[in-house]
């Protein structure tokens, strides 16, 4: 695998990250895309964690949700900050909105980045914390028509959703 090496890059960069990695942009893609039988859109959603904009030791994650007709035009996008560390790996949907569950979890990446370990065994549960799930007006949709901003839920006894099968308004 060819390496990519930014002029800023360390040289620890420039050993562990492979080319593709390097150039993706940082946006990390949903493992599973979801079809709405009822527009026949593939309903999708980057993600990119960054630094907060209020502290930035903190982290935030922005959003893209991507709705993209038979074609493969993008027919709707929206981007949405969500003030925390995101790590979604599915989401849910219904006519009028995106749902994401966000589980008490954080990773820890420099064992996984050292080639020590998979990414998965790098979650660790973070005690105390209750689960979020935020519901997010779609663009076009009812609820964003009438202005509907991002709802949010929190959830205690938590719980970690990593499938969603189904939604209902």
Not at 30 to 50: E, G, M, Q, S
Not at 57 to 83: G, H, S, Y
Not at 150 to 162: D, G, H, I, K, Y
Request: proline share 9%; aromatic share 14%; hydrophobic share 35%.
């Amino acid at each position: 695998m060819a390496a990519f090496v930014h002029p800023q890059a360390s040289t620890l960069d420039r050993r562990l990250l492979p080319v593709e990695q390097m150039q993706g942009g940082g946006d990390a893609f949903t493992a599973h895309p979801h079809v709405d039988p009822a527009t026949n859109r593939l309903l999708t959603f980057t993600y990119r964690i960054k630094p907060g904009a209020i502290n930035p030791l903190d982290t935030e994650t922005e959003f893209r949700f991507w709705e993209i007709d038979p074609q493969w035009n993008v027919v709707a996008c929206k981007t949405w900050q969500m003030p925390d560390y995101g790590f979604m790996h599915d989401f849910a949907f219904t006519e009028n909105y995106y749902i994401l569950f966000q589980g008490p979890v954080e990773t820890d990446q420099l064992p996984y980045l050292l080639g020590q370990t998979c990414a998965a065994s790098t979650v660790r549960w973070k005690p105390g914390t209750p689960t979020s799930i935020y519901v997010i007006p779609r663009p076009g949709s009812q609820a964003e028509r009438e202005g509907e901003g991002v709802r949010r839920a929190q959830l205690s006894p938590p719980l970690f959703v990593f499938h969603h099968c189904n939604a209902y308004e």
